[in-house]
């Protein structure tokens, strides 16, 4: 199967304009007011694009930014029904590879191959409802000559001890839980700290949640959690409805690659809470992944599609206009 094609399915549902305007004076003053704070205090990464660290880039980050890196979606299924999430509705328990869907773990690694892939980030819905997908899956990937690092993305609702143990001695690199899903509870986090080297916090920044997001800083910072990343909470077709309800106001589309936009608020609140990890986190590294890192992302990875693609005389689509 093509690999555009599930991709494709994503864009054509997302054909309908969505609701959206021109960022206002007062949030490109406070934009640039906190990015002057940023900079003076010294903030890392690079302006241009809005890929701004505290300290230093997740190692699973680094292939990403360079266009190495994918998503492998276990399951569509989820635990829980958040407002932002961004997933097909009504959910599908379908497993797909950089856009591709998969029926056994040997093709999600023969595609990982044949992209060049070197970061993988198992996701969902909920992965973990999967769990003995997620376990072939991470297996097949491992087993492969010059295997990728990977990633487990999850809610943690399902991360028990005994399953977090079995997901290590599989090789599992990294465990990152989006507590925005679970009320900021840090309780899945605590559990794995004392399982995994490497346990990293995922977040959509909710511009009305600011008080519990600093209290989160200050909790991951005291437990010794290595990274947090954070993105803006964004609006596309999937939740367009709920996060407009939610009172959040979507910036007009500027994307020349994404399917989605950021909501005007969360862009500050992102960089305030950057700001206020900068000054107040000893250890705790928060990198800010915002729709300008995605939308350099998405760039390099087409790059990296069509130049593939030159070389099999193959023609290659890009986003739908």
Known sequence: MDELSWSARRAARALEPLPGGEPSPEREARLL???????AAGIKGDFAAMTLYTRRLPPGCRSCLAGRGSN????????RDCFFCFNQKPR????VVHG???SDPSEAAAIV???GLRSVGLSGGEPLLRPERVLALLAALKAMPDPPRVDLYTNGDLASDELLYRLRAAGLDSIRFDLAAIDYDTAPVRRAMHIFDEVAVEIPVVPGDKARLEAMVLELDALGVPF???HELFLCAENSARVIQDGQVPLKDGSAHLLWRPTAASGV???ELLLFALERAKTLSVY?????????IASRVLARRRKRGAARGRFVATRPR
């Open 33 to 39: 007011a906190l990015l002057e704070r940023l900079h």
């Open 72 to 79: 492998l979606l276990v399951t569509g299924l989820c635990t």
């Open 92 to 95: 599908v328990d379908e497993t």
């Open 100 to 102: 591709i869907p998969v």
């Open 113 to 115: 191959a044949r992209h």
């Open 228 to 230: 947090l990343n954070i």
């Open 269 to 271: 609140a992102a960089l």
């Open 288 to 296: 800010y992944c915002s729709c300008g890192t995605q939308e350099l």
